[in-house]
């Protein structure tokens, strides 16, 4: 296991963030916290014997898939991840089973309902590294390329609503360094300490919240500066996270008929990304409180003419992040539906008694090491 101590200086001398400034854009409908459904459902408890490795069973290869990649040669054989030495299941084989998509909001001092001690935070990062989890992307599902070492199982970070906690900046002697017990602090000196955990978690950012909820933190709230906004995204961009779209203020889009707001809502946050990475590709989309638009298809494409400047900006998105349901389906399970993908919120003891029942009830997505070929339960 490697050891190396990273340090995160950011100059205070090229933070000005230039940009587009329609991302300010806040609202009284921001951010309520409440009882959330998935199709009808309000709960973790998503786990299904239907698909997963029963009791008893052995694992048997079938060829791969190929890659959803734009590009990619179906012949072209995909290199295995090389052993990290790290803690593994004793299960065998199953990449059909289900992993889990654990949800997070606010990284604050006090553990509530929507809130993660950062204490806590890392004590999670820990149970899943030692139970044989490696982190992927959302990118990394919808290609059906999760390429991890044999017997370690995948797990996706989501971040919700871009709040300072996640990502927050210390100003000292004027330089910037990031916050050792914000969401990112923690992650990186967490993937320095131990072989194998990449940068690969997934934040789904609003930009024009209220409450600071404006890629990670605006106007003095919480101590960060609305300059720093775009850096931020920038960075997380830099070092391999995904971004995704979770609106441009939290709209509850099941609230409006018009066709038109929905998608000004998603076109906007996918602008104001651009503003700082210009060309990011956006593949992921967070329904906010889990509420779909009237006209669902919208939550997976669609696109908003600016009335002002006459630009028209399209959207399209290989997945949609329901809010709640449970753990996620294999993408290789043929039941996956890449726009009904289920979360794990993170409270409490919830995600020990997830990933428990996983391997209690041998369901759990568990990788051969060789992502040429899909490893399945024996009939």
Same mark, same amino acid.
């Given at each position: 296991?490697?050891?190396?101590?990273?340090?995160?200086?950011?100059?205070?001398?090229?933070?000005?963030?230039?940009?587009?400034?329609?991302?300010?854009?806040?609202?009284?409908?921001?951010?309520r916290?409440?009882?959330?459904?998935?199709?009808?459902?309000?709960?973790?408890?998503?786990?299904?014997?239907?698909?997963?490795?029963?009791?008893?069973?052995?694992?048997?290869?079938?060829?791969?898939?190929?890659?959803a990649?734009?590009?990619?040669?179906?012949?072209?054989?995909?290199?295995? &991840?090389?052993?990290?030495?790290?803690?593994?299941?004793?299960?065998?084989?199953?990449?059909?089973?289900?992993?889990?998509?654990?949800?997070?909001?606010?990284?604050?001092?006090?553990?509530?309902?929507?809130? /993660?001690?950062?204490?806590?935070?890392?004590?999670?990062?820990?149970?899943?590294?030692?139970?044989?989890?490696?982190?992927?992307?959302?990118?990394?599902?919808?290609?059906?390329?999760?390429?991890?070492?044999?017997?370690?199982?995948?797990?996706?970070?989501?971040?919700?609503?871009?709040s300072?906690?996640?990502?927050?900046?210390?100003?000292?002697d004027?330089?910037?360094?990031?916050?050792?017990?914000?969401?990112?602090?923690?992650?990186?000196?967490?993937?320095?300490?131990?072989?194998?955990?990449?940068?690969?978690?997934?934040?789904?950012?609003?930009?024009?919240?209220?409450?600071?909820?404006?890629?990670?933190?605006?106007?003095g709230i919480?101590?960060?500066?609305?300059?720093?906004?775009?850096?931020?995204?920038?960075?997380?961009?830099?070092?391999?996270?995904?971004?995704?779209?979770?609106?441009?203020?939290?709209?509850?889009?099941s609230?409006?008929?018009?066709?038109?707001?929905?998608?000004?809502?998603? &076109?906007?946050?996918?602008?104001?990304?651009?503003?700082?990475?210009?060309?990011?590709?956006?593949?992921?989309?967070?329904?906010?409180?889990?509420?779909?638009?009237?006209?669902?298809?919208?939550?997976?494409?669609?696109?908003?003419?600016?009335?002002?400047?006459?630009?028209?900006?399209?959207?399209?998105?290989?997945?949609?992040?329901?809010?709640a349901?449970?753990?996620? /389906?294999?993408?290789?399970?043929?039941?996956?539906?890449?726009?009904?993908?289920?979360?794990?919120?993170?409270?409490?003891?919830?995600?020990?008694?997830?990933?428990?029942?996983?391997? /209690?009830?041998?369901?759990?997505?568990?990788?051969?090491?060789?992502?040429?070929?899909?490893?399945?339960p024996?009939?």
């Amino acid at each position: 296991m490697r050891r190396i101590r990273v340090v995160f200086v950011l100059l205070l001398t090229s933070c000005g963030a230039q940009g587009d400034t329609r991302d300010d854009l806040s609202s009284a409908d921001t951010l309520r916290a409440g009882n959330v459904a998935v199709d009808g459902e309000v709960s973790n408890d998503g786990l299904a014997t239907e698909s997963g490795l029963a009791p008893g069973s052995q694992g048997l290869t079938l060829p791969a898939s190929p890659g959803a990649s734009a590009g990619a040669d179906p012949s072209a054989r995909r290199v295995p &991840a090389p052993d990290d030495g790290g803690p593994r299941t004793d299960l065998p084989p199953n990449e059909l089973g289900r992993f889990p998509v654990v949800e997070y909001h606010l990284i604050g001092e006090r553990e509530a309902r929507w809130t /993660r001690t950062p204490e806590n935070f890392r004590k999670d990062l820990e149970l899943l590294y030692s139970r044989g989890y490696r982190p992927v992307s959302l990118r990394d599902v919808a290609a059906k390329n999760i390429n991890l070492p044999a017997g370690t199982s995948p797990v996706v970070f989501t971040f919700d609503d871009a709040s300072p906690g996640q990502f927050s900046y210390i100003e000292d002697d004027g330089e910037l360094r990031i916050d050792p017990n914000s969401a990112v602090g923690i992650w990186l000196k967490f993937a320095a300490e131990h072989e194998g955990w990449e940068n690969k978690a997934v934040f789904c950012m609003l930009s024009g919240a209220e409450a600071g909820r404006a890629f990670f933190g605006n106007k003095g709230i919480d101590g960060q500066k609305t300059e720093w906004r775009h850096r931020k995204v920038k960075f997380l961009a830099e070092q391999g996270f995904e971004l995704c779209n979770h609106t441009l203020w939290h709209a509850t889009l099941s609230n409006y008929d018009s066709d038109d707001f929905v998608q000004e809502q998603i &076109a906007r946050l996918q602008l104001a990304v651009d503003s700082a990475v210009p060309g990011y590709r956006i593949r992921s989309f967070a329904l906010p409180l889990g509420e779909w638009p009237k006209n669902r298809e919208l939550a997976r494409r669609g696109a908003w003419t600016d009335p002002q400047t006459g630009k028209t900006t399209a959207y399209e998105h290989d997945i949609v992040l329901l809010v709640a349901g449970g753990p996620a /389906r294999s993408p290789h399970d043929p039941e996956y539906d890449g726009m009904h993908v289920r979360r794990v919120q993170v409270f409490g003891d919830e995600l020990t008694k997830t990933l428990d029942r996983l391997d /209690r009830e041998r369901t759990r997505y568990v990788s051969d090491g060789d992502p040429n070929v899909v490893a399945r339960p024996a009939n």
